[in-house]
């Protein structure tokens, strides 16, 4: 297994168009998180999966934001009418358990022009 | 609020220093992590640590529980190191992460 993958790496979109990420999590790992990271700041928790079952979302995921992890392996982050304030990296993470080490993708850079 | 405060936010030594981040957090932690992040974004987990000290090469980690309190050291200083450090916890209520803004440590030859 070579890690966590996300794809696409990066994402030019125009404002109102809608964007979808995708995250490959390491294959035995139960939990799936997403984080938002702006320049300068440390990751922001935007929400979490363990397994299929999304457990908590942060105040930060808008109804705009929608995310997915169907069947328990990859998960799918939706962005609906993007605003230029959702241009970030967004980075995946999985973990085997609760507060074990977490092992993070690569980050999908957006762009929102 | 920041559950996570680090300190100091930009960091530059000459190699061969030695070097210290610090981090202080606010809430309960079952686990602190020390992570390393690269232009570009990859982020890599250094530490995870809820008691004591830990080593690995030049990179040394050390908490304090009870003062909620973490270091992060790094002997022999090379310019590789060169990167964004970041401290997170993992608190004992609820399921995500809270992360530090980071340290940007720059090592000049």
């Known amino acids: 297994d070579t890690g966590v993958s996300q794809n696409p790496r990066h994402k030019i979109t125009k404002r109102g168009q809608n964007v979808t990420f995708r995250c490959d999590p390491i294959s035995e790992h139960n939990r799936l998180y997403w984080y938002r990271q702006t320049l300068g700041q440390g990751p922001e928790f935007l929400t979490y999966f363990q397994n299929e079952a999304q457990l908590e979302k942060s105040r930060l995921l808008s109804d705009r934001f929608s995310a997915e992890r169907p069947k328990g392996s990859f998960s799918t982050l939706e962005i609906q009418r993007t605003e230029q304030g959702d241009s970030a990296m967004y980075l995946c993470?999985?973990?085997?358990?609760?507060?074990?080490?977490?092992?993070f993708g690569p980050g999908t850079r957006l762009t929102v022009t | 609020k920041n559950e996570v405060e680090q300190s100091p936010q930009n960091l530059t030594a000459q190699e061969g220093e030695f070097i210290t981040i610090n981090c202080s957090y606010s809430?309960?932690?079952?686990?602190l992590h020390w992570l390393q992040q690269h232009p570009g974004g990859g982020i890599v987990s250094l530490f995870m640590?809820?008691?004591g000290k830990k080593k690995h090469g030049r990179l040394i980690a050390t908490i304090n529980i009870q003062e909620k309190h973490s270091s992060l050291h790094i002997t022999a200083s090379h310019p590789r190191d060169s990167a964004v450090y970041i401290c997170a916890v993992s608190p004992n209520t609820g399921n995500q992460f809270y992360f530090g803004t980071g340290t940007s440590l720059t090592v000049i030859p």
């Open positions: 993470a999985s973990s085997l358990f609760e507060a074990h080490e977490q092992y």
């Open positions: 809430v309960g932690i079952s686990a």
């Open positions: 640590l809820s008691s």
